[in-house]
């Protein structure tokens, strides 16, 4: 892995043989080897830019400083969340005319990125910073095409930590080469930065199916498909995505290379108590990125609660990194499965098991299977935790076992089926 403090290093095998080009032709930098978890400000703020008319709400410097005092001051650093992300909207119009360099906007961060980096890594959170591949952002700022070499010199002299790169404005047919290109030049900064890549959600608008050695290779995380816009209906069509087209995209996720949903929108207006569960219980079984877009000042309670689950979190967060799969569907109950640890002599998983109701019939609905009609098959059966009751223990269950959940509509219920 290299070096992560603020004097970056090359990785030892390139000091110790000098071989620089060949550390340099992947991404190789070591990062993300969970699944990333932060904040961005993209879903819930969008590109507001006017600070007269909503200060609370405008992209600048201070959304972002109020952000990161927030993820500490409100527990969220403590259960795994430590990237602060800008998206889109951060930038002037127009390249510095001298040196070609990207420009802050002057009037919503006066003091610039470093002083902006210096806040956030000073509450021991990380930055990260939103560009684009084709010649502008999608909201019409200044892209990278043409300037790649200079943006990733900049983002290393601006400490960021995690580049998200997305893809308006640009020729499909050119990013398979030109995102790889990128991720080769942030590499060569010498600055341990994530790669968040966006290929494959243009090429799939396209017909196009990605190149998924490619990706794993020169991406740390990258966005499958549509923006998560915030009501039900879009989380359960990215849901119903990764379900439909699991066969080829699931085997893919893993250690230090993830497949991206796109957002937590948990906390904003669209989602109810019930979705808000079932959006953070299917994104740890998909191993998914769990960055948040909301206003963490207004929050409620039992939302936070959802968010800062340790149990959950510690799903998405296995270190096996297999991302899980919908495994069958009975009366409209869906059943998702994630194998994870720990894991027994004998090879048998552990795993977290969420049950997700399709109905809308208006009462909660009690569903019964049999634990091997789950391919839960362990001879010495399972330990069953309901992860959203920390203090839960069911009992022991053996794979001929009949396990009975009641699920509310729109709803899920979520456990950790430990093997022993």
């Given at each position: ?9 090359l ?19 070591g ?53 602060v ?8 119009k ?10 802050p ?41 043409d ?52 290929w ?24 499958n ?9 879009s ?5 119903d ?15 230090g ?40 000042a ?21 270190p ?27 090879r ?73």
């Open positions: 892995m290299l070096n992560m403090n603020k004097t970056w290093a990785p030892f095998s390139c000091l110790l043989f000098g071989l620089l080009l060949s550390c340099v032709q992947g991404l190789e930098n990062l993300a080897r969970t699944p990333p978890m932060g904040w961005m400000h993209w879903e819930r703020f969008r590109c507001i830019t006017d600070c007269e008319k909503y200060p609370d709400e405008c992209i600048s410097e201070q959304l972002f400083k109020r952000h990161a005092n927030l993820l500490v001051s409100e527990g969220y650093a403590s259960a795994g969340y430590e990237y992300i800008i998206d889109d909207c951060w930038l002037e127009d390249r510095d005319n001298k040196t070609n360099k990207l420009v906007h002057l009037e919503r961060f006066p003091n610039g990125l470093n002083s902006l980096a210096d806040h956030i890594h000073g509450k021991g959170l990380k930055f990260g910073l939103y560009q684009d591949f084709g010649t502008n952002t999608c909201a019409g700022y200044p892209g990278v095409i300037h790649m070499a200079l943006d990733a010199e900049t983002f290393a002299n601006w400490d960021v930590d995690y580049v998200k790169l997305d893809g308006c404005y640009a020729n499909i047919s050119d990013m398979a080469a030109g995102y790889p290109e990128f991720g080769r030049l942030l590499n060569r900064t010498g600055r341990p930065m994530v790669y968040s890549c966006s494959p959600a243009y090429q799939e608008e396209e017909g196009q199916v990605p190149d998924y050695e490619s990706l794993k290779e020169h991406c740390n995380l990258w966005r498909w549509n923006d998560i816009d915030d009501s039900l209906e989380v359960m069509q990215i849901i995505y990764f379900g439909k087209n699991q066969d080829r995209i699931q085997p893919h996720a893993g250690p290379h993830w497949n991206d949903p796109d957002m937590l929108i948990l906390g904003n207006y669209g989602l109810s108590y019930d979705q808000s569960k079932l959006q953070m219980a299917i994104w740890a079984v998909l191993a998914a990125p769990l960055i948040m877009s909301n206003d963490l207004v929050v409620r309670p039992e939302i936070k609660e959802i968010l800062q689950n340790r149990d959950i979190i510690a799903v998405d967060q296995d096996l990194g297999i991302q899980g799969r919908r495994v069958l569907m009975k009366k409209q109950i869906e059943v998702w499965r994630r194998p994870i640890t720990p894991v027994t002599l004998q048998e998983y552990s795993y977290a098991i969420a049950f997700v109701s399709r109905r809308a019939d208006g009462a909660p609905y009690s569903i019964t299977f049999k634990l091997k009609e789950l391919g839960l098959l362990n001879v010495d059966g399972y330990n069953v935790k309901d992860l959203y009751a920390s203090d839960s223990n069911l009992g022991l269950f053996s794979s001929d076992s009949l396990f009975t959940t009641r699920v509310n509509p729109n709803g899920v219920t979520f456990y950790k089926f430990t093997a022993l």
